[in-house]
């Protein structure tokens, strides 16, 4: 064989290597929905607003200073899944949450419940205004999703 059938080959297969492990990355409508953007100024304080994400529900709360403290006082040792509330959100005014019910995937219902949080009518779980469980059927807290805050008025979600 000669050196230029040998660079031949090998440029060949690269194409076909590169083609194959592109065609398994995820397609343009896949990543688009992969993020969401929420502006924070639309969401009055004492107000949760729920987008759907991933074809998840999310909620995002603007919470008040009462329930910020409120929340911050809560014993850990009564927790079934023991979290602070600094664990839990990134601004403390700001909780954004995944709002499927951990004990069987309902969607809870925000601003209600025993803890002012959230409260799934399906099975009788109970969160407090930071996602935790505090209450029923349900063994974990809300999941946070990864996100971060862009500015003041920004969060992505993704």
């Not at 076909?16 to 009055?44: M, Y």
């Not at 008040?64 to 509330?85: G, Y």
């Not at 407090?128 to 063994?139: H, L, T, V």
Request: aromatic share 8%; with cysteine; net charge positive.
């Amino acid at each position: 064989m000669t050196a230029t059938t040998c660079v031949a080959t090998a440029y060949a297969a690269k194409n076909v290597v590169t083609q194959f492990i592109s065609s398994l990355s995820a397609s343009a409508d896949v990543l688009a929905l992969s993020k969401i953007e929420v502006k924070l100024s639309d969401i009055p304080e004492g107000k949760n607003v729920t987008f759907k994400w991933r074809g998840k529900p999310l909620f995002v709360r603007h919470r008040t200073q009462a329930e910020i403290n409120q929340e911050a006082k809560v014993d850990l040792s009564k927790l079934r899944d023991p979290q602070h509330d600094l664990d839990r959100v990134k601004k403390p005014e700001w909780v954004i949450l995944i709002g499927v019910c951990t004990h069987l995937g309902c969607v809870p219902i925000a601003n209600s419940g025993d803890f002012g949080g959230y409260y799934c009518p399906c099975h009788g779980s109970h969160y407090d205004a930071s996602g935790r469980i505090r209450k029923g059927p349900a063994p974990y807290n809300l999941e946070v999703p990864i996100h971060q805050f862009v500015g003041d008025d920004l969060v992505v979600v993704g």
